[in-house]
Each structure stands twice: as C-alpha cells, then as structure tokens.
C-alpha cells in the first residue's frame, strides 16, 4: 500500500476509529485523540505487516485497541464512576454533557466488555469480527457482549 | 429459555442498537484533522528516512571493517603459521624464565591473541547492530508520540 492509499482509507476511517475511541474512553477527549494518533501512526510504520486481503478498518481497530490496552497498563489514574457523571472533562462541551450517562455507563463496564459492546453496537462489526480484533475466542466475546449488555441495562434503565 | 425472555433480549438489542446510532459526538473538522495528520506523518517520514540512512551508513562501516579485519587477521595467521617451527614470532633476548617462556609459545600465544581480536570484533558488530536497531525503534517511538 502507498503512502497516497493510506492517507485515503484514513480519510475515510478516522471519524468512525476516533468517535469509537471517545466511548471506549468514556468522554476523555484528551485520551482519545492521544489514541487515535498513536494508532494511526502505529499503522502507517507497521504498513509492511498489512495484508491487503484483511480489511483495513478491522485492522485498524486491532491496532486501536492494543494501545488502548498499552495506554491502561501506563496508566495509574483511576476515575470513579461518581466523578465520571459529575465532573466534566477538559475540553467538554455540550456534546460531552449530552453523552454524559451514556459514557458513565461504558465507565462502569471492564475495558474487554466495554470493547466487544463498542464493536458490535457502535461499530456494527460481527461477532466473529470483533474475536479477531481482541484476539480473544468467539465464545469469549458472546461473553462479554452478554455481560456489557446485562450491565448496560442495569446503569441505562431509560435507554435499553 | 422463553418466548418473553428472547423478545425482551431482542428488543434490548434493538434499543442498544438504537442508544449507539445516536451517538453522534461533535469531532471538529474532518479536513482540519487530516491535515493535522499528514503534518505529523511527514514529521515521522523524516525521521524514518534519517535513521535509515543511518542505518545504512553503518552497515557501510561494519562491512568494510569486516573485510579489512578478515584480510589483515588471514595476512598475520597466514605469517605466523609459514614461519618455521623452531623460529619464536618474537625475540626478547632476555633470560628471565616466564619471558623465555613467552618466547617459545610466541606462535600459540599470537594465534590466541589473534583469536581473541576475532571474537571481540564479532561481539562488537552484533552489540553495535543490536544497539542501531533499539535506537531505531525508539526514535521512532517517541516521535509519533510526541509529534
């Protein structure tokens, strides 16, 4: 793949990869657009890794999601449930205010729950899909679906 | 599992599916974002050019020092091993035991010592190639984390 090609898939993938990061970051902008930087850079140097058969969103939320994992094992800040629904973000605006129960919510869910919910309801990808870009079974994410969604109704009762 | 059990699940899904079609975040610009992005991806391909080139200046060295080492190091064991036999590589004219010992040993002595040179200059390449590579790595690293 060219360097051309490239900027053209991200063209077209970066508002769908960096509205998912938000949620998976339940809201912290900062956090997500550090994400989506570090992903998109990560895949523009492992271009040589790329198989023209995968598809190149899927990959690219492979590579999301691992430094979304790296970046929590870097991570010591923790951010209680409370302070997630209370407090506002650096940067929020109304759009952040307006989303607020929604990402409080996904804070509640264990990061592999919240991920396979993210991919499956936000991204609409298929179980079997999402299984390849957590590098986990399929059995394991019907799981964690299962879970995030029975947790989801617990802390959204008026939406689900 | 029941009939009301599987309708409620399907209509849970359905308003999950719902709750997330609505998630329509303001992101900003998306033209101002790629050109935010190709700024710092030309940033990256600089530095990756760069340590290439590097990379490549000191593959140069290592080869030619490689070569140079191999023709020396042959020219010198190829010496020691014609020399004859009963003639010591060095003379000390000394009488002290342990350097007339050196002097008969002079030929196994300069062949471990030769021996030696060889395995330090191979440590020295693989160290020195393990070090490019690290350094590579982290350059890179650290500039699409800061760029």
Known sequence: MTKAQFIQLVSSEQERLRRFLLALCCGNRADAEDLAQEALMHAYLSLGAYHEREKFAAWLHRIAYNAFLDSRRRSRRTEPMDAATTIAAPGQTDDGYRYQELHAALNVLPEKERTAVLLFYLQGYAVKEIAEIMGGSIPAVKKQLERGRDKLKVTLPRAV | MTEEYIDDMTNQDEDLRQLFADYRPDLGSGDDYMQRFQRKLEAVEMVRQYVEAHQ??????????????????????????LMPADTPIIALGSTAQWLVWIEQNSRLLTLIFLSLIVSLGIIGILTMRQDNMDASRKTLSAVHKNA
């Open chain 2, 56 to 81: 490549r200046r000191n593959r140069l060295t290592v080869v030619a020092a490689l070569v140079l080492g191999v023709v020396l190091g042959s020219a010198v064991m190829a010496w020691v091993l």
